[in-house]
């Protein structure tokens, strides 16, 4: 899934930045430097919503950035994650699945070369129009 939430960066003395999220609260971050802090704040936001997503607890919709009031010297950004692509990164590990195949056709694949697990992932990809 895609989202955008407006995270809240808030600098200190030193340069770093704290970054937390009105619309879920708990979820905070900080960073170094402006990259790092932007690069800290769609991790802990993926992560987040991915998390929420695996225990389908009710994600709540963003508010409008207009609206979101911050400090002196804090400001708002729109930060935009896809959990899809981080549970392809993080969940590619492999299961073991049985299939049932008829035996002459297991024997033509296995003289055809052809590497059934392989074959399945292609062609379950294809079936949902997954794209790497």
């Given at each position: 899934?895609?989202?955008?939430y407006t995270a ?20 905070l ?5 402006m990259?790092d ?6 991790d ?26 911050t ?13 899809e ?7 590619n ?37 997954i794209?790497?």
């Open positions: 899934m895609k989202y955008a809240v960066f808030s600098p200190d003395e030193n340069g770093r930045y704290s970054v937390g999220f009105p619309d879920l609260p708990g979820c971050t900080c960073g170094d430097d990259p802090a932007i690069y800290m704040a769609q802990a936001l993926c992560l987040w919503l991915y998390d929420m997503e695996q225990s389908c607890a009710p994600i709540p919709n963003p508010q409008n950035p207009r609206d979101i009031k400090a002196e010297k804090e400001f708002a950004s729109i930060v935009a994650v896809d959990t692509d981080y549970r392809r990164f993080y969940e590990k492999t299961i073991k699945r049985y299939l049932s195949i008829p035996l002459w056709l297991d024997a033509r694949a296995k003289d055809a070369n052809i590497n059934l697990s392989s074959f399945l992932q292609r062609a379950l990809k294809a079936e949902l129009q794209t790497d």
